[in-house]
């Protein structure tokens, strides 16, 4: 299959380019990232007309769409830019499938609920976004679920993985742990960590299901980031550095996070996919393969 990605420069699409190429498939890995890396793949979201040239160049067999602004805090401190590139970039993406008669993959976040459930969301839960970030997110959704009959929106959980290039709270978490004998982690705000390769794989296996709709695409099991800062530094194998518990009210940020993010992969289970390994096997194998 020829894939278009979006996005494709970031953490999660520099590994679904390569579960999918692994897998056979023909990619254009697109991102607006690319002038830092190959200005071939260039691909701005919010340009319909760079869209509709890129799609007649390439004449995918599906759009897998990533591209998105992701700092959620700086989300909500510029709204404005993130309408523009998550909700608005995201019904470009979606018109031009709409137009062509292409079918849709979309990324989305499982912070599209409230984070109100005492458990985790399955995917027939009502979301209600609270920051600018998850409500452009979901904004997405509604602009792919409108014109794209042939689509599936996969929503992510609490994702890891990048790999060398990793910048995010594994690597971080890591850093603190080797160079400082403290650790402080929040243990009020829960989700479910998801390793980029696995979320990439299970995107995939969705898509060849041909069954059209939204799905949960999270490793199994739910913590809160304490337990994974705790995870994190055992697998690393970091024995003098002590882990504590805080609260999230010690570390003001922008944005709004859900109490609750941790995601039920319910459609999968009831469609007869496998579930996805637990989320301590992902991390620890993660970790092996990169901080080692
Ligand atoms: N990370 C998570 O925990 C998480 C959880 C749930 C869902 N998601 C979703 O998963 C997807 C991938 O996330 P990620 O963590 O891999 O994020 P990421 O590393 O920030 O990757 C997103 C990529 O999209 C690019 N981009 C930004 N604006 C664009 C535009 N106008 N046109 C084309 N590309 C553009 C970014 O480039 P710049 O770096 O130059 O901005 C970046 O390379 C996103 O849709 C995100 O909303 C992520």
């Known amino acids: 299959m020829k894939l278009l990605i979006t996005g494709a420069q970031g953490m999660t699409g520099r590994d679904l380019r390569k579960v999918a190429e692994a897998q056979g498939h023909e990619v254009w890995p697109t991102d607006i990232a690319s002038l830092r890396h190959d200005p071939e793949d260039w691909l701005d979201i919010t340009s319909p007309d760079d869209l509709r040239q890129a799609v007649d160049r390439f004449r995918p067999d599906a ?13 909500e401190r510029d709204p404005e830019e993130t309408w523009r ?8 993406v979606a018109l031009i499938c ?16 409230s984070g ?15 920051s600018v970030y998850s409500r452009s997110k979901y904004a997405g959704e509604e602009a792919v679920r409108r014109w794209v009959p042939e ?20 690597a971080k978490m890591i850093e603190i742990a080797r160079t400082k004998g403290v650790l402080r982690a929040v243990d009020d705000k829960f989700g479910s960590p998801t390793y980029t390769r696995d979320f990439s794989e299970r995107c995939l296996e969705i898509f060849t299901t041909g069954r059209y709709g939204t799905y949960h695409g999270a490793n199994e099991g739910w913590c809160t980031r304490f337990e994974m800062a705790q995870a994190v530094v055992e697998y690393a194998g970091v024995d003098d550095c002590r882990v504590e518990a805080c609260s999230s009210a010690e570390f003001p940020l922008s944005a709004h996070r859900p109490r609750l993010e941790a995601l039920d992969n319910m ?19 993660y970790i092996a393969a990169t901080f080692a």
């Open 63 to 75: 759009i897998f769409h990533l591209g998105a602004l992701t700092d959620v805090d700086a989300c």
């Open 85 to 92: 590139v998550n909700a608005m970039g995201t019904e470009n």
């Open 98 to 113: 709409h137009e062509k008669k292409i079918p849709l993959l979309y990324v989305s976040t499982g912070s599209v609920f």
């Open 116 to 130: 109100d459930k005492p458990t985790p969301y399955h995917e027939w839960d009502r979301p209600e976004p609270v």
């Open 151 to 170: 689509h599936f929106i996969v929503r992510a959980g609490w994702m890891f993985g990048g790999g060398a290039e990793d910048k995010k709270f594994v």
């Open 267 to 285: 459609r999968s289970r009831l469609i007869g996919l496998p579930p996805m390994r637990p989320w301590r096997v992902a991390l620890k194998d």
